[in-house]
């Protein structure tokens, strides 16, 4: 039986691993001690944290058949409410125009109009960059109040730096005259549910989705090592031969293999490959940017803090980016209905001032900053840990894709290697559509005479937390 290795066990490599089990003889390498990637969950204490918050949604029936095949009875149906704080006020997320309006008084809400007009009479003739296609859809004054400052502490950049293929992904086909009429033509009594409404959890975080895989894999005859980071991919002709992995001890093994699946970053692997790519690739590669997550997740002495599943912090004048609440995601992620436990999001970029601080000075930012925005005392905060998740976003800065065609098209060119996942792709994609990249990777192999291309995954996808019947409630943020 053919050998396939798979490089990383996130939802990409699992979903590749899965379908590939009973007629390969698969390995997944994984560098951490745990399963799940980015999705995974960190249990302390008692406690369960997810890196964010990870709602399952998809379109595509194949991925549903997944989670429901692996977890099937574990999910939780959770009832959403989101709301951005800005200005000491909650406002609606998504966001919705009569409430927006009214809710930052009538001066802005003059200015915002006008601004608005100003746009349509004189947009941007180009829609290259972030400000310039959320400005003309929505004026220069909306975009600044729930664009700009929330968009700006996730990306470390200018919005003006931003690719607009971002947005078009994200907030696709919705203006401020489209989100008012539809939201005074909504239809009254509308049963249908949407993910707007409700969404499905597992009820001990995600992480135990991607566990119950491996475990499956494992009972097919898979193999999952873990603390196993792979550190070379040696090739000849354009063909992967064996990877290089070191273990938890720091020893040195090799591995061979007939087909390769890698999900682990791509930059990464760039850097990894034997020999190594032609000088323009490496430096294409190293144009590539992410930004990182630091969540300090805390627990709060205090049974009930506030009703939201999550809230943005538009608010300048704090670092803080998001807030998770998750016993609103599952009770069972807080063990004592006593407590509360938060997820505080901070974006960052790996080694900058706020990722270098010890963690007890994050700590300290943080309580400092939820009493500041009136969450809670610092006070009540009984307990915390603080987690660092290295490349969270791959950054869609203007002239990225350049780069990323340079590294695509070399990459392109080994015959047994599939390339999957959000980071295998550098792609802003959810669970579904990397597990959906795993899929196809794992049919790549099964029927190598067809071909399932996993770049076009997401690429022309409406934003999938919407159904066409809630047009009215396109999301708009990150
Ligand atoms: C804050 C946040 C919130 C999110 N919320 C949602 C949501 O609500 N719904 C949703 O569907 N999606 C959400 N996502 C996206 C989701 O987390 C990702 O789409 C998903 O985890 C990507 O899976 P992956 O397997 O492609 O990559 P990853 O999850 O990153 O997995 C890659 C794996 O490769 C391993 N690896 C890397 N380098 C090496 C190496 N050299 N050797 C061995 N192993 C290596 C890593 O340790 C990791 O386990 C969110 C993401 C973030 C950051």
């Given at each position: 039986?053919?050998?396939?290795?798979?490089?990383?066990?996130?939802?990409?490599?699992?979903?590749?691993?899965?379908?590939?089990?009973?007629?390969?003889?698969?390995?997944?390498?994984?560098?951490?001690?745990?399963?799940?990637?980015?999705?995974?969950?960190?249990?302390?204490?008692?406690?369960?944290?997810?890196?964010?918050?990870?709602?399952?949604?998809?379109?595509?029936?194949?991925?549903?058949?997944?989670?429901?095949?692996?977890?099937?009875?574990?999910?939780?149906?959770?009832?959403?409410?989101?709301?951005?704080?800005?200005?000491?006020?909650?406002?609606?997320?998504?966001?919705?125009?009569?409430n927006a309006l009214f809710g930052v008084g009538i001066f802005d809400t003059v200015v915002i109009i006008l601004s608005y007009l100003k746009s349509k009479l004189f947009p941007y003739p180009v829609e290259d960059t972030f400000e310039q296609w959320v400005s003309n859809r929505f004026g220069k004054r909306l975009y600044s109040i729930f664009f700009k400052t929330y968009t700006e502490k996730v990306w470390g950049i200018p919005c003006s730096q931003l690719e607009a293929e971002w947005s078009a992904q994200r907030i696709k086909g919705l203006s401020l005259t489209t989100?008012?009429?539809?939201?005074?033509?909504?239809?009254?009594?509308?049963?249908?549910?949407?993910?707007?409404?409700?969404?499905?959890?597992?009820?001990?975080?995600?992480?135990?989705?991607?566990?119950?895989?491996?475990?499956?894999?494992?009972?097919?005859?898979?193999?999952?090592?873990?603390?196993?980071?792979?550190?070379?991919?040696?090739?000849?002709?354009?063909?992967?031969?064996?990877?290089?992995?070191?273990?938890?001890?720091?020893?040195v093994h090799q591995l061979a293999g007939d087909d390769f699946v890698s999900s682990i970053p791509i930059t990464e692997l760039i850097q990894i490959l034997n020999p190594r790519p032609p000088a323009e690739v490496v430096k294409a590669a190293e144009s590539l940017a992410y930004r990182s997550l630091i969540t300090v997740d805390i627990i709060v002495n205090r049974p009930v803090l506030f009703p939201d599943n999550w809230i943005y912090i538009h608010s300048p004048e704090v670092k803080l980016g998001r807030i998770q609440n998750f016993k609103n995601w599952s009770r069972k992620m807080a063990p004592d209905p006593n407590k509360t436990s938060l997820g505080l999001e901070y974006f960052s970029t790996e080694n900058d001032e706020l990722w270098n601080l010890p963690d007890a000075e994050l700590f300290k930012l943080a309580a400092a900053e939820v009493e500041k925005i009136k969450i809670c005392n610092a006070s009540e905060i009984e307990d915390y840990i603080v987690v660092r998740v290295p490349k969270a976003y791959p950054v869609y800065?203007?002239?990225?894709?350049?780069?990323?065609?340079?590294?695509?098209?070399?990459?392109?060119?080994?015959?047994?290697?599939?390339?999957?996942?959000?980071?295998?792709?550098?792609?802003?994609?959810?669970?579904?559509?990397?597990?959906?990249?795993?899929?196809?990777?794992?049919?790549?192999?099964?029927?190598?005479?067809?071909?399932?291309?996993?770049?076009?995954?997401?690429?022309?996808?409406?934003?999938?937390?919407?159904?066409?019947?809630?047009?009215?409630?396109?999301?708009?943020?990150?």
């Amino acid at each position: 039986m053919n050998q396939v290795i798979i490089m990383g066990a996130g939802p990409a490599g699992l979903a590749a691993a899965y379908k590939l089990k009973q007629d390969k003889q698969v390995i997944l390498l994984e560098s951490e001690n745990q399963v799940g990637g980015i999705s995974k969950t960190i249990q302390y204490n008692g406690y369960y944290f997810d890196l964010g918050g990870h709602r399952f949604f998809t379109k595509f029936d194949e991925v549903n058949l997944f989670w429901n095949e692996i977890l099937g009875s574990s999910f939780v149906r959770t009832p959403r409410l989101s709301r951005i704080y800005y200005r000491n006020r909650f406002f609606n997320y998504p966001l919705t125009p009569l409430n927006a309006l009214f809710g930052v008084g009538i001066f802005d809400t003059v200015v915002i109009i006008l601004s608005y007009l100003k746009s349509k009479l004189f947009p941007y003739p180009v829609e290259d960059t972030f400000e310039q296609w959320v400005s003309n859809r929505f004026g220069k004054r909306l975009y600044s109040i729930f664009f700009k400052t929330y968009t700006e502490k996730v990306w470390g950049i200018p919005c003006s730096q931003l690719e607009a293929e971002w947005s078009a992904q994200r907030i696709k086909g919705l203006s401020l005259t489209t989100a008012i009429i539809n939201a005074v033509f909504k239809p009254k009594n509308s049963k249908i549910k949407t993910l707007i409404d409700e969404f499905d959890y597992p009820e001990y975080g995600p992480g135990m989705m991607y566990t119950a895989a491996k475990d499956k894999i494992e009972s097919a005859g898979g193999r999952v090592l873990l603390k196993s980071k792979i550190i070379g991919v040696n090739h000849e002709n354009y063909i992967i031969r064996s990877v290089d992995y070191s273990d938890s001890n720091g020893n040195v093994h090799q591995l061979a293999g007939d087909d390769f699946v890698s999900s682990i970053p791509i930059t990464e692997l760039i850097q990894i490959l034997n020999p190594r790519p032609p000088a323009e690739v490496v430096k294409a590669a190293e144009s590539l940017a992410y930004r990182s997550l630091i969540t300090v997740d805390i627990i709060v002495n205090r049974p009930v803090l506030f009703p939201d599943n999550w809230i943005y912090i538009h608010s300048p004048e704090v670092k803080l980016g998001r807030i998770q609440n998750f016993k609103n995601w599952s009770r069972k992620m807080a063990p004592d209905p006593n407590k509360t436990s938060l997820g505080l999001e901070y974006f960052s970029t790996e080694n900058d001032e706020l990722w270098n601080l010890p963690d007890a000075e994050l700590f300290k930012l943080a309580a400092a900053e939820v009493e500041k925005i009136k969450i809670c005392n610092a006070s009540e905060i009984e307990d915390y840990i603080v987690v660092r998740v290295p490349k969270a976003y791959p950054v869609y800065n203007t002239g990225y894709q350049k780069h990323l065609n340079i590294v695509k098209d070399y990459l392109q060119q080994f015959k047994n290697l599939q390339l999957a996942g959000r980071y295998g792709l550098f792609k802003y994609n959810n669970m579904d559509h990397s597990i959906l990249t795993g899929f196809y990777a794992a049919r790549n192999i099964l029927e190598p005479h067809r071909h399932y291309d996993t770049w076009e995954i997401n690429t022309e996808e409406e934003y999938h937390e919407m159904k066409k019947e809630t047009a009215s409630q396109k999301p708009v943020g990150i």
